[in-house]
Protein backbone atom coordinates (compact mmCIF):
# COMPACT_ATOMS: atom_id res chain seq x y z
CA UNK A 1 0.00 0.00 0.00
CA UNK A 2 1.80 3.05 -1.26
CA UNK A 3 -0.27 5.80 1.05
CA UNK A 4 0.64 9.01 -0.27
CA UNK A 5 3.26 9.46 -2.76
CA UNK A 6 5.14 13.10 -3.67
CA UNK A 7 7.19 13.83 -6.52
CA UNK A 8 9.46 15.07 -7.57
CA UNK A 9 11.84 14.59 -4.01
CA UNK A 10 14.01 17.32 -4.94
CA UNK A 11 14.34 19.71 -7.26
CA UNK A 12 16.23 23.00 -7.74
CA UNK A 13 14.82 25.91 -9.92
CA UNK A 14 16.14 29.43 -10.54
CA UNK A 15 14.24 32.65 -9.57
CA UNK A 16 11.50 33.06 -11.76
CA UNK A 17 10.73 29.40 -13.25
CA UNK A 18 7.24 27.31 -12.89
CA UNK A 19 7.18 23.98 -11.73
CA UNK A 20 4.08 21.76 -10.30
CA UNK A 21 4.61 19.06 -7.72
CA UNK A 22 2.15 16.41 -7.83
CA UNK A 23 0.90 14.71 -4.51
CA UNK A 24 -0.89 11.09 -5.28
CA UNK A 25 -3.12 8.95 -2.89
CA UNK A 26 -4.28 5.31 -3.10
CA UNK A 27 -6.34 5.51 0.24
CA UNK A 28 -9.58 6.54 -1.20
CA UNK A 29 -9.49 10.11 1.47
CA UNK A 30 -11.74 13.33 0.59
CA UNK A 31 -9.08 15.63 1.91
CA UNK A 32 -6.02 16.55 0.59
CA UNK A 33 -3.47 19.50 2.12
CA UNK A 34 -0.37 20.77 0.62
CA UNK A 35 2.33 22.51 3.60
CA UNK A 36 5.47 23.51 3.95
CA UNK A 37 7.65 22.96 7.02
CA UNK A 38 10.60 25.39 7.21
CA UNK A 39 13.51 25.50 9.76
CA UNK A 40 11.96 26.83 13.26
CA UNK A 41 8.18 27.34 11.87
CA UNK A 42 6.24 23.63 11.90
CA UNK A 43 4.69 22.97 9.73
CA UNK A 44 2.02 25.52 7.55
CA UNK A 45 -1.17 24.68 5.34
CA UNK A 46 -1.10 26.19 2.34
CA UNK A 47 -4.04 24.90 0.02
CA UNK A 48 -6.31 22.14 1.21
CA UNK A 49 -9.16 20.56 -0.74
CA UNK A 50 -12.04 18.69 0.40
CA UNK A 51 -13.25 16.85 -2.27
CA UNK A 52 -12.52 16.24 -6.03
CA UNK A 53 -12.88 20.37 -7.98
CA UNK A 54 -12.57 22.15 -4.92
CA UNK A 55 -9.54 24.29 -3.06
CA UNK A 56 -9.29 26.55 -0.70
CA UNK A 57 -6.81 28.88 0.62
CA UNK A 58 -4.56 27.86 3.80
CA UNK A 59 -2.53 29.86 5.96
CA UNK A 60 0.19 31.12 3.16
CA UNK A 61 -1.03 30.64 -0.07
CA UNK A 62 0.36 32.97 -1.61
CA UNK A 63 2.73 32.31 -4.60
CA UNK A 64 0.82 29.11 -5.20
CA UNK A 65 -2.11 27.52 -6.79
CA UNK A 66 -3.87 24.27 -6.79
CA UNK A 67 -5.82 21.60 -8.77
CA UNK A 68 -7.78 18.23 -7.97
CA UNK A 69 -9.23 17.52 -10.65
CA UNK A 70 -8.92 13.81 -9.59
CA UNK A 71 -9.80 12.74 -6.14
CA UNK A 72 -6.48 10.74 -5.54
CA UNK A 73 -4.62 13.69 -7.22
CA UNK A 74 -3.61 16.99 -5.98
CA UNK A 75 -1.31 18.99 -7.58
CA UNK A 76 0.78 22.53 -6.16
CA UNK A 77 2.19 24.93 -8.93
CA UNK A 78 4.52 27.67 -8.29
CA UNK A 79 3.68 30.16 -11.46
CA UNK A 80 7.07 32.25 -10.87
CA UNK A 81 9.38 30.62 -8.16
CA UNK A 82 10.68 33.16 -5.70
CA UNK A 83 13.93 32.24 -2.88
CA UNK A 84 11.26 32.39 -0.20
CA UNK A 85 9.62 29.40 -1.84
CA UNK A 86 12.83 27.50 -0.64
CA UNK A 87 11.25 24.52 1.53
CA UNK A 88 10.20 21.29 2.16
CA UNK A 89 6.59 20.65 0.67
CA UNK A 90 4.65 18.20 2.35
CA UNK A 91 1.32 16.50 0.91
CA UNK A 92 -1.01 14.41 3.45
CA UNK A 93 -4.45 13.29 2.90
CA UNK A 94 -7.40 12.32 5.70
CA UNK A 95 -10.33 10.74 5.09
CA UNK A 96 -13.13 13.29 6.20
CA UNK A 97 -13.97 15.94 8.15
CA UNK A 98 -14.65 13.82 11.28
CA UNK A 99 -11.88 11.12 10.61
CA UNK A 100 -8.97 14.06 10.59
CA UNK A 101 -5.97 11.95 11.22
CA UNK A 102 -4.06 12.91 8.31
CA UNK A 103 -1.19 10.96 6.21
CA UNK A 104 1.68 12.54 5.23
CA UNK A 105 3.73 11.79 1.56
CA UNK A 106 8.20 11.68 2.41
CA UNK A 107 8.26 15.65 0.99
CA UNK A 108 9.64 17.50 -1.57
CA UNK A 109 12.60 19.48 -1.07
CA UNK A 110 12.64 23.27 -3.39
CA UNK A 111 15.37 25.19 -3.59
CA UNK A 112 15.08 28.41 -5.67
CA UNK A 113 18.38 29.80 -6.19
CA UNK B 1 -3.89 32.01 12.07
CA UNK B 2 -4.98 29.74 15.15
CA UNK B 3 -1.55 29.09 16.97
CA UNK B 4 -0.45 26.23 19.01
CA UNK B 5 2.69 26.67 21.74
CA UNK B 6 4.47 23.54 21.72
CA UNK B 7 7.10 22.82 25.03
CA UNK B 8 9.62 22.06 25.15
CA UNK B 9 11.69 22.81 22.08
CA UNK B 10 14.18 20.42 22.67
CA UNK B 11 15.33 17.94 25.17
CA UNK B 12 18.55 16.11 25.72
CA UNK B 13 17.67 13.15 27.84
CA UNK B 14 19.61 9.90 29.08
CA UNK B 15 18.23 6.41 27.89
CA UNK B 16 15.90 4.93 29.76
CA UNK B 17 14.30 8.34 31.01
CA UNK B 18 10.50 9.16 30.76
CA UNK B 19 9.63 12.16 28.21
CA UNK B 20 6.69 14.54 28.45
CA UNK B 21 6.03 17.05 26.22
CA UNK B 22 2.75 19.45 25.94
CA UNK B 23 0.68 22.03 23.82
CA UNK B 24 -1.27 24.72 24.43
CA UNK B 25 -3.48 26.61 22.53
CA UNK B 26 -5.62 29.85 22.97
CA UNK B 27 -8.39 28.20 21.17
CA UNK B 28 -10.77 25.02 21.32
CA UNK B 29 -9.79 22.12 19.42
CA UNK B 30 -11.99 19.51 18.49
CA UNK B 31 -9.35 17.03 17.99
CA UNK B 32 -5.41 16.32 19.01
CA UNK B 33 -2.81 14.06 17.04
CA UNK B 34 0.34 13.91 17.59
CA UNK B 35 3.23 12.97 15.10
CA UNK B 36 6.78 11.79 14.95
CA UNK B 37 9.45 12.95 12.39
CA UNK B 38 12.61 11.44 11.51
CA UNK B 39 15.27 13.09 9.36
CA UNK B 40 14.07 13.33 5.42
CA UNK B 41 11.24 11.76 6.13
CA UNK B 42 7.69 13.16 6.88
CA UNK B 43 5.33 13.06 9.75
CA UNK B 44 3.98 9.89 11.00
CA UNK B 45 1.19 9.48 12.92
CA UNK B 46 1.70 8.63 16.37
CA UNK B 47 -1.56 8.58 18.51
CA UNK B 48 -4.70 10.76 17.47
CA UNK B 49 -7.58 12.17 20.44
CA UNK B 50 -10.92 13.27 19.36
CA UNK B 51 -12.71 13.39 22.98
CA UNK B 52 -11.89 15.88 25.96
CA UNK B 53 -10.09 14.36 28.80
CA UNK B 54 -9.43 10.91 26.50
CA UNK B 55 -6.32 9.33 27.65
CA UNK B 56 -4.59 6.60 24.87
CA UNK B 57 -1.94 4.47 24.84
CA UNK B 58 0.47 3.54 21.87
CA UNK B 59 3.40 1.43 23.26
CA UNK B 60 5.33 3.45 25.78
CA UNK B 61 3.74 6.28 24.18
CA UNK B 62 0.44 7.99 26.17
CA UNK B 63 -1.12 10.86 25.00
CA UNK B 64 -4.04 12.76 27.01
CA UNK B 65 -6.44 15.62 25.42
CA UNK B 66 -7.08 18.44 27.61
CA UNK B 67 -10.40 18.71 29.49
CA UNK B 68 -10.76 22.40 28.33
CA UNK B 69 -9.77 21.26 24.84
CA UNK B 70 -7.31 24.20 24.43
CA UNK B 71 -4.46 21.63 25.17
CA UNK B 72 -2.43 17.88 25.00
CA UNK B 73 0.21 16.06 26.47
CA UNK B 74 2.18 13.84 25.02
CA UNK B 75 4.55 10.71 27.37
CA UNK B 76 7.06 8.63 26.21
CA UNK B 77 8.45 6.10 29.32
CA UNK B 78 11.20 3.96 29.62
CA UNK B 79 13.15 6.15 25.87
CA UNK B 80 15.05 4.17 23.16
CA UNK B 81 17.26 5.45 20.87
CA UNK B 82 14.81 4.78 17.96
CA UNK B 83 12.84 7.46 19.78
CA UNK B 84 15.11 10.25 18.38
CA UNK B 85 13.37 12.63 16.38
CA UNK B 86 10.97 15.71 15.97
CA UNK B 87 7.54 15.44 17.59
CA UNK B 88 4.84 17.37 16.84
CA UNK B 89 1.73 18.13 18.30
CA UNK B 90 -1.46 18.89 15.61
CA UNK B 91 -4.84 20.51 16.64
CA UNK B 92 -7.65 21.04 14.49
CA UNK B 93 -10.95 23.41 14.86
CA UNK B 94 -13.54 22.22 12.38
CA UNK B 95 -15.85 25.39 11.20
CA UNK B 96 -18.12 26.29 8.60
CA UNK B 97 -18.79 22.98 7.70
CA UNK B 98 -15.71 22.02 6.00
CA UNK B 99 -12.03 21.49 7.72
CA UNK B 100 -9.37 24.12 7.67
CA UNK B 101 -6.67 21.67 7.81
CA UNK B 102 -4.40 20.85 11.08
CA UNK B 103 -2.53 23.85 12.90
CA UNK B 104 0.68 22.26 13.80
CA UNK B 105 3.00 23.12 16.91
CA UNK B 106 6.85 23.87 15.79
CA UNK B 107 8.02 20.55 17.21
CA UNK B 108 9.94 19.51 20.48
CA UNK B 109 13.49 17.99 19.15
CA UNK B 110 14.03 15.05 21.38
CA UNK B 111 17.80 14.13 22.09
CA UNK B 112 19.03 10.68 23.84
CA UNK B 113 22.18 11.30 24.86
CA UNK B 114 24.49 7.73 25.37
Known amino acids: NAGVTQTPKFRVLKTGQSMTLLCAQD?????MYWYRQDPGMGLRLIHY???????AKGEVPDGYNVSRLKKQNFLLGLESAAPSQTSVYFC????????????FGQGTRLTVV | GQQLNQSPQSMFIQEGEDVSMNCTSSSIFNTWLWYKQDPGEGPVLLIALYKAGELTSNGRLTAQFGITRKDSFLNISASIPSDVGIYFCAGQQVSGGGADGLTFGKGTHLIIQP
Open chain 1, 49 to 55: SVGEGTT
Open chain 1, 27 to 31: MNHEY
Open chain 1, 92 to 103: ASSYSSVITEAF
